[in-house]
């Protein structure tokens, strides 16, 4: 039993390392044992993560790690990129090993009633943040569209992200050019065009965010990003983590990434 | 059973256990019942909307936190009507921390958290910076830190606890100061300056340059503060400064201190308060001591150390 006493939502626990394995070049996957925890969670949520390897070495404070599997009967699942202490130290765990966590948290993606179809543009390590999504939106019988940008094939993980949720995806590269801004903004007119999604989703690029944000401005199609920000505390108490977003009325104001977020709106983002 | 009440001036806190300002929120409520501990602590309210430092706000070191946030907050109207409803739900004594950048807005504010029903002390954050006295913090000389909270102490009859900084020549001399000009308590200690350099960028690792730091790193430093101030003062100590455990909690005791505050070690386990306050009522048992006061100054000079090991 990984969930604490009832009442409270957020739960301070130590899992069990099912699974630590690399992903391509610098991707790492960790699963663990927390089916309560995975159950209790919903895509575009968050962990914080205690980032200590197996003999306890790692950075003091702990880490943000968007979900990359959760949900009822199945493993709670990390995708992260390795490229510094914190994750490196998560790649060093085994299975076995024990991994404190924090979560879930935060506020994540929603789906509108009545959505047929979405289409999801996710870059790098933001995939495995969106990953969740598709197959929430495939167990409600929401089509997903996804738009997968990497710097080269070998880096893509098209099926980290898309599992058995049956989205259909388009992959582009930097290497071939096809994931320049203006052949993807060529890509997602005549998506919007023909037959726009009642939903977009955004997460790891900001250019690839900008060009969102502003063709569902354009075309009327209702958005959402996950940001990432450094976190102290997790739980919205330290106010280090927060982002400028707009409000309603035109102003902007500093909301925390990790408990209004960390997805906002994808018009009320601002670049970073 | 031991008797884990605590004694802070003219008030009785059901334990010792609290948390330091900046580090704590009702959102901890997530994740433990905030009603267990001694006391709540807010973050520092100021007189007036202030936006926050630009980022980054925090920077971690081996063994702790330098942070300047720089007390973002909706200023003390959006404080009183709106959060203090979010506060009214829990039940322990709710100490609010008052920061202010001149003594007459010290003691405005104090006037006003005094009329607002459910707010049952002040921590005053004198280790903000006093524009008057071209930013130096009032709680780095005597006379600034005492005309501060005598100023308050005229404004309102609310318990005052004076926060005093580590970033001063003779803490013990502020300590009387403070007492002298009517605090009921004394908190020592908050964060000391420090700084870290990122060496690819060439500049400060924070945003703001110079930033306050906390963490298990800080605890000698505050521990020697603490039993520097129990020596110097009658008005209670409350330790504050690297605690995450309950044998760190016991040490600020043995110091002086009647009462501690966790910070940073929320940051990296949320359930740090309740572990200490269960691991003190244990150590307690175990040693045989009926109550927690009677761990207060133990470890002073000229005490006598408790009876039998």
């Known amino acids: ?272 | 059973m031991v008797n884990m009440a605590v004694r802070i001036g003219p008030m009785t806190l059901a334990n010792p256990v609290m948390p330091a300002s900046g580090t704590f929120g009702p959102e901890l409520a997530q994740v433990f019942d905030l009603n267990r501990l001694g006391a709540l602590v807010t973050k520092s309210v100021t007189p007036q909307y202030r936006e926050g430092n630009p980022l980054p706000r925090l920077c971690e070191t081996e063994a702790g936190v330098l942070n300047s946030i720089g007390i973002p907050g909706k200023g003390l109207d959006h404080f009183c009507a709106q959060a203090m409803a979010d506060w009214r739900r829990f039940t322990p004594p709710l100490v609010v921390s008052l920061s202010a950048d001149s003594v007459a807005a010290f003691a405005e504010a104090a006037a006003r958290l005094a009329a607002t029903p459910g707010v049952a002390a002040i921590e005053a954050n004198i280790s903000c910076p006093n524009l008057e006295e071209d930013g130096r913090a009032f709680a780095m000389h005597p006379e600034s830190a005492a005309a501060a909270i005598a100023a308050m102490r005229a404004a309102c009859a609310l318990p005052i606890w004076a926060k005093l900084s580590p970033n001063t020549a003779d803490i013990a001399a502020v300590a009387r100061a403070v007492e002298e000009a009517g605090a009921d308590a004394v908190v020592v200690a908050n964060t000391i300056l420090g700084l870290a350099i990122d060496i690819d960028r060439m500049a400060p690792k924070l945003g703001a340059g110079m930033g306050g730091f906390s963490g298990p790193a800080f605890k000698p430093i505050a521990l020697r503060l603490v039993w520097q101030c129990a020596q110097a003062v009658r008005v209670p100590v409350i330790g504050v400064g690297g605690i995450a455990n309950a044998e760190d909690a016991v040490e600020f005791l043995m110091a002086g201190a009647s009462a501690v505050q966790v910070g940073t070690a929320s940051f990296v386990s949320p359930n740090a308060m309740p572990a200490v306050l269960e691991g003190l009522e244990a150590f307690c048992e175990r040693r045989g001591f009926a109550r927690v006061s009677d761990l207060t100054g133990l470890a002073l000079p000229g005490r006598l150390r408790p009876a039998a090991e």
């Open chain 1, 1 to 272: 039993m990984d969930l604490g006493p009832a009442g409270f939502p957020v739960v301070e626990a130590e899992a069990r390392v099912l699974e630590s394995a690399p992903v391509g070049r610098r991707y790492h996957r960790l699963i663990l044992d927390a089916p309560a925890l995975s159950a209790a969670s919903r895509p575009g949520q968050f962990f914080h993560l205690l980032c200590r390897d197996g003999a306890g070495n790692g950075p003091y404070l702990r880490r943000p790690m968007s979900i990359w599997r959760c949900g009822p009967g199945r493993d709670l699942g990390f995708l992260l990129h390795v490229k510094g202490r914190g994750t490196a130290a998560l790649a060093a765990l085994r299975a076995g090993d024990r991994l404190s966590l924090l979560g879930p948290l935060g506020q994540g993606f929603r789906l509108g009633p009545g959505w047929r179809r979405i289409l999801i543009v996710a870059r790098g390590v933001g995939l495995a943040t969106l990953a969740p999504l598709t197959e929430a939106a495939a167990a409600q019988g929401v089509a997903v569209q996804a738009v997968l940008s990497a710097q080269a094939p070998e880096d893509l993980m098209a099926e980290e992200f898309a599992g058995d949720s049956g989205a259909a995806i388009t992959a582009v590269f930097d290497s071939d050019g096809s994931g320049a801004v203006p052949a993807v903004e060529a890509l997602l007119r005549a998506r919007f065009q023909d037959d726009p999604p009642d939903g977009v989703f955004t997460c790891g690029s900001n250019r690839l965010f900008l060009l969102l944000q502003r063709l569902a401005a354009e075309y009327g199609i209702p958005g959402q990003i996950a940001l990432e920000q450094q976190m102290g505390c997790g739980l919205g108490m330290c106010f280090c983590c927060v982002r400028q977003i707009r409000a309603p009325d035109g102003t902007v104001q500093n909301l925390r990434v990790c408990a209004e977020g960390p997805v906002f709106d994808l018009q009320a983002a601002l670049a970073w």
